[in-house]
Antibody
């Protein structure tokens, strides 16, 4: 069964850093585009970052550009999101999502990990 | 990149049909076939309902259908049921630096 399991969330002070991980099983990261999507409490969905299936193309949302870095380790079947210079407005549930290349088929989502930025 | 525009709420009685609109621009919805729709119940993970404008993933009821005209995509729910009460989000590929963009979200209420 395809699974995506996020970890690494927690409470961090403004200006701090955090690294999220997304461990995947029953598929290979090199076969899918991978995305981080977040949802602030009571708010809508927002695309944060993406990496193409071949790893050559990386994208960031305007609100996180220059502060967040997406990466992956194929051998560990793990996707990462390094977050730095965190702001209170980064408080959200962060979901790891896979997408079939050349489609808009975001078919599997992780359960999400909560990041709280507060002093 | 601005979010795609959806109505804040749509309601209908059981058995009726409702349509949720998703308006963008020629840089996203109007320019590509990569529109998808997600259903989210409170406290739950979003679920893919429609992808590539009209395609339903395996296991999704045929009561859900998608379409697009110009810069506006639509999700239609036929034979509305109590379990359809949820938030719905559209999403589109965009030629901006973010790759994809979500809609503002629509709360569907079954009267």
């Amino acid at each position: 069964e395809v699974q995506l399991v996020e970890s690494g969330g927690g409470l961090v002070q403004p200006g701090g850093s955090l690294r999220l991980s997304c461990s995947v099983s029953e598929f290979t990261l090199s076969d899918y585009g991978m995305h981080w999507v977040r949802q602030a409490p009571g708010k809508g969905l927002e695309y944060v970052s993406a990496i193409s299936n071949d790893g050559t193309r990386i994208y960031y949302g305007v609100s996180v550009r220059g502060r967040f870095t997406i990466s992956r380790d194929i051998s560990k079947n793990t996707l990462y999101l390094q977050m730095s210079s965190l702001r209170t407005e980064d408080t959200a549930i962060y979901y790891c999502v896979r997408r079939l290349p050349n489609t808009s088929k975001f078919d599997y989502w992780g359960q999400g990990t909560l990041v709280t930025v507060s002093s | 990149q601005s979010a795609l525009t959806q109505p804040a709420s749509v309601s209908g009685s059981p058995g009726q049909s409702i349509t949720i609109s998703c308006t963008g621009t020629s840089s996203d919805v109007g320019g590509y076939k990569y529109v998808s729709w997600y259903q989210q119940h409170p406290g739950k993970v979003p679920k893919l309902m429609i992808y590539d404008v009209t395609n339903r993933p395996s296991g999704i009821s045929d009561r859900f259908s998608g379409s697009k005209s110009g810069n506006t995509a639509s999700l239609t729910i036929s034979g509305l049921q109590a379990e359809d009460e949820a938030d719905y989000y559209c999403s589109s590929y965009t030629n901006s630096g973010t790759l994809y963009v979500f809609g503002t979200g629509t709360t569907v209420t079954v009267l």
